[in-house]
């Protein structure tokens, strides 16, 4: 059902989500609770995959583009918990979207960048898509991604 | 009870918290666990509602004010946990504070900013309102606030 | 068990960890979810202990440094999981790090410092040891830290 929803938005999840860059997993469950690690928005389908998106938002990239990665960053983690939990609509509720965006110090449009995200997850999910949030500046981050996102998602 | 041990310590909570600036909700409880979204140290009974204290800490305000700002945090945690719950007596514990300050890449007094916000839960809470922390420097907060503070408690 | 395996990996887990520098505790658990503070590299056995590596990683100090400073956030944290829970063998899983890197806005390499952090876990305790991660870049940390680790673990 969810999926459904989904492919309506004209959305498409992948498959094959990125990897972790290190010795961690996509997501851990425990009890009724998924952490979802950190995404950054790798594009998978291109060749070889990338980054998308790089630099700061604000600066070196657009707001939009910004906005753009973010979303980015959403589709990974749901295709991640797609291939976690076998199906979506395994998911009672989103808990918690902690959003990191790279931007310079003088940057104060965090909750734009990250309100994407939180957007994309109400589209979906409905009541169930909305969740307790923070969202900061972080000076870097990895890669150069712009936007880093992770989420507690309770099954 | 806690409520007056509030009231006894001259601290007013507010009946109406401040709003989320996005589409994300001020707390999402799941199973015995209540997440608190990113607090940010608006004053909702100024007309009309601002954030009272602004910029990094140690360079465009004091740690004093970088304190007031925390503690009013705090404060606003404690309201929308008032809201959520029905009585802040329903808070077994806290578990997990995460307190973002705002500054430059030079400033090392996180915690001296930070224990404003845990002091005050455990002046109020007493052994229940010792918790886990995490206190770290962004490089930029949302709407230029000094500190950003997140919660999780136990009810 | 565990310990055994630290013992041959030739690690030495601290008898008294970092004492907080504020009013909040090491560890708190919740049902069956530890929550471990933010550790930073303190060195316990030196006299006075002390924050054994300072700076922002590649600039301050060198990537090396800073990943041996991660490895010390972990024993730390996991000396302190063994006062808390009497034994390591009582952990079921990690289930979440976050790694907060004290560095540049230009610095890239978050991941390379973090999976120190993550390698160690899951040489001690193998596929309990992987976890959901998150690492970025702060741009200044308590007491000048290179580095900052929290820890979600299952027992």
Do not use: W
């Not at 938005?9 to 851990?28: C, E, H, N, Q």
């Amino acid at each position: 059902m969810i999926e459904n929803k989904i492919s309506s938005l004209g959305i498409r999840l992948f498959d094959t989500p990125p990897v972790s860059a290190g010795s961690y997993i996509p997501i851990v469950i425990t009890g009724n609770l998924a952490f979802i690690s950190g995404q950054i928005p790798i594009e998978v389908d291109s060749i070889p995959p990338k980054v998308k998106f790089k630099g700061k938002v604000g600066k070196d990239i657009s707001l939009e583009d910004g906005q753009k990665a973010a979303r980015l960053c959403t589709i990974n983690a749901l295709s991640h918990l797609r291939n976690a939990l076998g199906s979506l609509d395994r998911i009672k509720k989103f808990v918690k979207v902690s959003g990191f965006v790279n931007c310079d110090p003088s940057f104060t449009e965090h909750s734009k960048v990250i309100n994407e995200a939180s957007d994309l997850l109400v589209h979906i999910f409905g009541e169930k898509g909305r969740h307790a949030r923070i969202a900061l500046g972080a000076s870097s981050l990895p890669l150069n991604s712009p936007v880093e996102i992770e989420f507690i998602v309770e099954i």
